[in-house]
């Protein structure tokens, strides 16, 4: 089992329509929890973080942590064509230490004009 | 705020040379860098841990002698392929981070690397 999984996709969603990304991971230790955005031959950005149970919003994005079931997801809002472009889930092992961020292979999102 | 810069953002060289690449953090201070490759459509592999002043930590699998790790300020961490060869060539990403109120890792904006 990996330790964090994403589906790869791509999802395929039309403009303005809710684009829904989800996560799992293994650890049940894990305290914080990552989306990054990374188009095509760039390197990624981060666009969300989530600590807590529930939902954090920033405008059109929102991310969504549910500890119990060991799984982080991010809804886009309004999806726009320059919304397309693999995003990657990330989870910190040991909560705001300095390891590593553990990814997940990302899901490829194709918003449709 | 969080804005890591790395120098060459592109690089072609020949079998058997080494190349060097800086990863810079311009507006926070790093007392941990990361250093990741990625091949083309695949995932990001990370490749080792970077702490200021003291040596680096490799993942399983990254020969330590072929990819020379410094970290030497809080600021500036440095990756050397050594002795590079063309299954070297793919894209490498450093990241730095957290900072203080920064949470997670911040990336650069990548160099790809080409080997003849």
């Known amino acids: 089992q990996k330790e964090v999984e994403q589906n790869s996709g791509p999802l395929s969603v039309p403009e303005g329509a809710i684009a829904s990304l989800n996560c799992t991971y293994s650890?049940?230790?894990?305290?914080?929890f990552f989306w990054y955005r990374q188009y095509s031959g760039k390197s990624p950005e981060l666009i969300m973080f989530?600590?807590?149970?529930g939902d954090k919003e920033d405008g059109r994005f929102t991310a969504q942590l549910n500890k119990a079931s060991q799984y982080v997801s991010l809804l886009i809002r309004d999806s726009q064509p320059s919304d397309s472009a693999t995003y990657l889930c990330?989870?910190?092992?040991?909560?705001?230490?300095?390891?590593?961020?553990?990814f997940g292979s990302g899901t490829r999102l194709q918003v449709q004009p | 705020g969080a804005v890591v810069s790395q120098h060459p953002s592109r690089v072609i060289c020949k079998s058997g040379t080494s190349v060097k690449i800086e990863c810079r953090s311009l507006?926070?201070?790093?007392?941990?860098m990361f250093w990741y490759r990625q091949f083309p459509k695949k995932s990001l592999m990370l490749m080792a841990t970077?702490?200021?002043?003291?040596?680096?930590?490799?993942e399983q699998g990254v020969e330590k002698d072929k990819f020379l790790i410094n970290h030497a300020s809080l600021t500036l961490s440095t990756l050397t392929v050594t002795s590079a060869h063309p299954e070297d060539s793919s894209f490498y990403i450093c990241?730095?981070?957290?900072?203080?109120?920064?949470?997670?890792?911040?990336f650069g904006p990548g160099t790809r690397l080409t080997v003849l």
């Open positions: 507006d926070f201070q790093a007392t941990t």
């Open positions: 650890d049940r230790g894990s305290q914080s």
């Open positions: 990241s730095a981070g957290p900072g203080r109120n920064l949470p997670g890792e911040f």
């Open positions: 970077s702490n200021e002043g003291s040596k680096a930590t490799y």
């Open positions: 990330a989870v910190n092992r040991v909560g705001t230490g300095r390891r590593a961020l553990t």
């Open positions: 989530i600590y807590s149970n």
